[in-house]
């Protein structure tokens, strides 16, 4: 009886399904992004409170108090958090038509200094999207999409507190799963260290450079000096690009108020500030780095802010971390977390001795 060979998969074949599979879900999540970005946020903020729950367990307290209590601290931090923005948020679409005569005046002002120039500058701002109404209407839908945003964090929340209930027991629970592959649980302690070590370090110095920004504005008597200050902490998760997006809606509205002086001014503070904050404070602080090529963190911005939202933007960094200790767990991906890294790739330490030796 003859036997009939089974061929598998060839490398193209199994690449093209790998492929296929990929776009399978990642078209999943797009279509999930309300419900998958607040549960990455939530876990991604439950990670980073760990070491403070574990500092209350060594102070004597039951776990599952220090976990309310973590819960406690969430729930009002978040709570003064929306109440902060939705109110000011709620100001600017309030206030945003208003604008409208002075972004003419600028629009107008504009154009008779280009007239000066040797060639025709007629045409400059005469088109309806540069028209100061189409202006006002996308900060209109700004403000509309930050208040979107704003409100998803009621579903964070709830999902933050079932989180850091179970964080109390998980620990435990995955060395138990995983006993077989200590490896494997050093890999995900790994992870948890760097997504700790960038959160939090990135909550304290985006923090400290937020309110210093407010002050700035507010000093300036600029309007919504607040609600700048706020996106100026949330981007600050976003590097390289974070701050120029951060920078852009408080000068703009320093210019329509006061004038290129004072826009100029505000400009300038702000490009100190940061400066000052992220390359000669904070490096003092910051011993390790995310070790991610700065041109992934960008790419990574506009990947996950496509895929899922504002959420997915202010994740970037994190997801993309886990993405590189994902693809470093695997002998045929390793290249990848190679070419994400920053470092370069990390040498491979062979163990020569036999494990029966060793016995």
Known sequence: MTSIPVRG?????????????????????????????????????????????????????HPSVAALAGIAFGVIGIALFV???????????????????????????????????????????????FSAGAI????????????KTAGTLFLLVLLMAFMMLEAVRYPQKLKEALSSSP???????????????YVSLNAIFGAGAAVLDTILLLALGVDFAFLWGVLS?????IPNVGFIMALTPPTLMA???????????????????????????????????????????????????WLLGPMGALAAVPLSIGARFLFESFAESRWIAHLMSDAGPKPVVVDAAPREEKK
């Open 9 to 61: 998969f060839s490398s193209l074949s199994r690449f093209f399904l790998t492929i296929a599979g990929a776009i399978a879900v990642l078209a999943g999540m797009r279509a999930a992004s309300s419900i998958i970005g607040p549960v990455l946020i939530a876990f991604i903020i439950t990670v980073a409170w760990t070491p403070g729950s574990d500092y209350l367990r060594k102070r004597g307290w």
């Open 83 to 129: 109440a902060l923005v939705w109110s000011s948020v709620t100001q600017l679409q309030e206030n945003l038509p208003g604008y409208q005569p002075r972004i003419a005046a600028l629009q107008q002002m504009a154009r008779d200094r280009l007239a000066a120039l040797p060639f025709d500058t007629s045409r400059v701002f005469s088109g309806e999207v």
């Open 136 to 147: 006002v209407q996308y900060g209109l839908r700004f403000a509309q999409q930050f208040t």
């Open 183 to 197: 490896e494997a649980v050093e890999r995900f302690a790994e992870f948890g260290d760097s997504i700790r070590s």
């Open 233 to 237: 902490f949330l981007l600050s998760f």
């Open 255 to 305: 210019l329509v108020q006061f004038g290129f002086t004072r826009a100029i001014i505000v400009l300038a503070g702000y490009i100190l500030i940061n400066f000052l904050v992220d390359n000669v404070i904070k490096p003092r602080f910051v011993g390790s780095r995310i070790d991610l090529a700065p041109l992934v963190v960008v790419l990574s911005l506009l990947f996950w802010g």
